[in-house]
């Protein structure tokens, strides 16, 4: 697949196995939400972000010296105030990513993300967080907020709400620092962010 105008060329990744069921699953996130009542609407918006949250997983691939006990779990981190409920164990519940479970944890301490592979910061939480991450070296952690200035902030992937549908960009100036390789399906569906 054609990386979008925009990209960095040194971007371009060998391709994971990434199945069909990935790849629509993704799109189906990307085009499914749309709700008439506020309430319903708000826990629509977050079962979509629990689905972006797994589905991003599968297309990413992290480096070899952070996942090196295969017995570790994969672990999904919320951090700050919860806005899923139960939509994100649901979704990843009995699943498996690279062969590893799937694991959900809330931690009110950036500190605790040392085995978070992917970090969701709610809107809650300072701006510190990254800082606090940088502070441990810590690598190998997709950072997904969702303000809208998560990205200057310093988060990988923005999710945002925009006519009635989550979408995500990708802050493509902190993908290197995290040692991350994004699979071009994945940027192709992305916008383009810079810091």
Known sequence: ???????????????????????????????????????EQSVDEYRVKAAFLFNFAKFVEWPPEVLQDPSDPFAICVLGHDP????????????????????????????????????????????????????????????????GNATAEGMIINLTVEDGRVRFGINMDSVGSEKLRFSSKLLSLAIALKK
């Open 84 to 147: 899923f409920g139960r939509a994100l164990d649901d979704i990843v519940a009995g699943k498996k990513i690279d062969g590893r479970a799937v694991a959900v944890r809330r931690i009110s301490d950036p500190r605790q993300s040392v085995a978070c592979r992917i970090l969701f910061v709610s809107s809650s939480e300072p701006k510190r967080v990254l800082a606090v991450l940088a502070a441990m070296n810590q690598v190998g952690v997709l950072t997904v907020g969702e303000s």
């Open 1 to 39: 697949m054609k990386i979008p105008t925009g990209f960095p060329t040194s971007i371009r990744f060998r391709p994971k196995s990434i199945s069909r069921a990935a790849v629509f699953g993704l799109i189906f996130a990307l085009t499914s939400f749309g709700v008439e009542g506020r309430q």
